[in-house]
C-alpha cells in the first residue's frame, strides 16, 4: 500500500517567473488563468488580483493576437501600479 503522507520531492531547477521562484527548494507555486478578455485591462487585472489574493502567485493570460499582446503592458503596469508582484505569462 502507497503511504501518501511520505514522499520525496525530485532533484529540480530553480527557475525564476516574475517575483516567484519556483523548483529546487521552494515551495510548490499555485498557478491559475484568467478567463476575461485579455483586451479588457479591468476585469483582467480585477482578476488577476482576486487569484493573488486567494494564494496564486502565476497567472497566464491569453494572447491570441497582436492586440491582446500589447495589451499585457497595461495589465501589468496596472497591476504593479496596485503593489501586486503576481508573476504574469502569457500563452
Known sequence: MIDLTQYRRRATHEVRIGACTIGG????????????????????VAQIE????????????????????????NIVRQLRADGFRTAVVAD
Open 50 to 73: 482576486r487569484i493573488d489574493r486567494a494564494g496564486g502567485k502565476i497567472v497566464r493570460l491569453t494572447a491570441q493576437g497582436r492586440r491582446e499582446g500589447e495589451n499585457l503592458e
Open 25 to 44: 527548494t521552494h515551495p510548490v507555486a499555485v498557478q491559475s488563468m484568467t478567463n476575461t478578455d485579455t483586451n479588457d485591462t479591468e476585469a483582467s
